[in-house]
Structures are given as C-alpha cells and as structure tokens.
C-alpha cells in the first residue's frame, strides 16, 4: 500500500510516517497543502491523510481539487475540528472518514484498515525480478521457488526496493524505510544490512541485482 501524508505538525507527521511504516506500507509526506495536491496529482496513492489547516492550502481545498481530477482512492482527515457541521463538511469534501485530535495512533491505524478495505483497491501482491519472487502479503522471498529466510529489516529493505526498482532510492530514504524516523543510523548499519541480503539473493549471480550508486544509495537493476 501506498499513503501520503500531509501534516504540518512536524513531530506529528514523523510519528504517524514511523507507526504506518511499521504496517508495512510505503509512505511518502508533506507538510503543506499544496505540496500534497501536487504529490497527488502526479503519483499514485492508496490513501491520502490530509490535516485540516495546513498551509497554502487547506486540507479540505485538497481533498476538493484531488476528487475533481479523479482521484478515486481513499482520503482521511485530521483535524482539532469536532462540531457536526465540521465533520459533514469534510465529509462532503469527498473525504472517506475524519479523525479528532488528539488521537491514539491505534485508531488512527484502524481507521486507515477500515478505509482501505472499503476501497478494496486492487493490490498487486507478489512483484518478481529476475528469478527473485516477493510476496507483500506474506512477507516471503522466493529463488526459484526455494525461499529464502529473511529477517524483518531484510524484507523491509528488499520491499522498498522491489516496489521501486530502477529508481535510485537515497540511504536517507532507506533509512527512514527500515529504521524509521527516531533512530540514528549510520552508512555502516545499511552497507552491512545490504550486504547481508545479497548474500542471499545473489547466489550463482554474476553481478548483483542491488546496485550501489556511489554518494548516493541503492537501486534494484
């Protein structure tokens, strides 16, 4: 799955960044309207997190504009807004549902669960690579049919870059993937942890699929 988050809240975007990676879907995140309609307009998402009042745009305005350029995937608001007629007007927005703050990350997760599978989108589940097979659901490696054990940071890295292979991914981008916002890692943590993977996929492999773009990061070939 793919969510975008648009948050002004800096403390509170990262949170929300580092217990939704946690489900395992990939997260990109903005802190201002209209960075988050343009991030909309031109990438894919499963589901949107808008906040209320951000700046440039307010999240209602966005959720207006995406739902008039046909954006069809699932949008949940934010907000310090309680009243009735708030909640219709976000409603009306063409939001799918509407959270208060404050709020417990555990609802805020369940809410996404619940908005998800009522859009039952369509989730291509197994990515394949050369003779590699990745299975999101199951969270399972497969060479040639035979799996490969692979430890949660391992499948996390991999996941990444399956899901954006040919495209050349930053260690900082890597990091927060993996590690998640709230931890220090080093160019040693994620060499180390590539190196390990490597070890298992390349095999009787003449050059490695995970490519080192030097001062850079990672890429899938």
């Known amino acids: 799955m793919k969510i975008l988050i648009a948050e002004d809240d800096n403390r509170l975007r990262k949170n929300i960044v580092h217990i939704i990676q946690k489900e395992f879907h990939q997260v990109d995140a903005v802190d201002n309207g209209q960075h988050a309609l343009e991030y909309i307009l031109f990438h894919t998402y499963d589901l949107v997190i808008l906040d209320w009042m951000m700046p440039e745009i307010s999240g209602i305005d966005v959720c207006k504009e995406a739902r008039r350029n046909g954006y069809e995937g699932g949008i949940l608001i934010l907000?310090?807004?309680?009243?009735?007629?708030d909640i219709i007007c976000?409603?009306?927005?063409g939001a799918d549902d509407y959270v208060v703050k404050p709020f417990k990350m555990e609802e805020l997760l369940a809410r996404i669960r619940a908005i998800l599978r009522r859009k039952n989108k369509s989730i291509h589940q197994i990515i394949q690579i050369d003779d590699l097979k990745l299975y999101l659901d199951s969270r399972t490696l497969f060479k040639d049919n035979q799996e490969i054990l692979l430890t949660k940071n391992e499948f996390l890295l991999l996941e990444y870059l399956f899901i954006n292979k040919g495209i050349i991914l930053t260690r900082e981008q890597i990091y927060t993937q993996v590690w998640g916002f709230d931890h220090?890692?080093?160019n040693n943590n994620l060499d180390a942890l590539v190196k390990?993977?490597?070890?298992?996929?390349?095999h009787n492999r003449p050059k490695s699929i995970i490519e080192n773009i030097r001062g850079i990061g990672y890429r899938v070939r």
């Open 184 to 186: 220090e890692m080093t």
């Open 196 to 202: 390990l993977v490597r070890k298992k996929i390349d």
């Open 79 to 85: 907000t310090a807004k309680d009243d009735c007629n």
């Open 90 to 93: 976000g409603l009306d927005a």
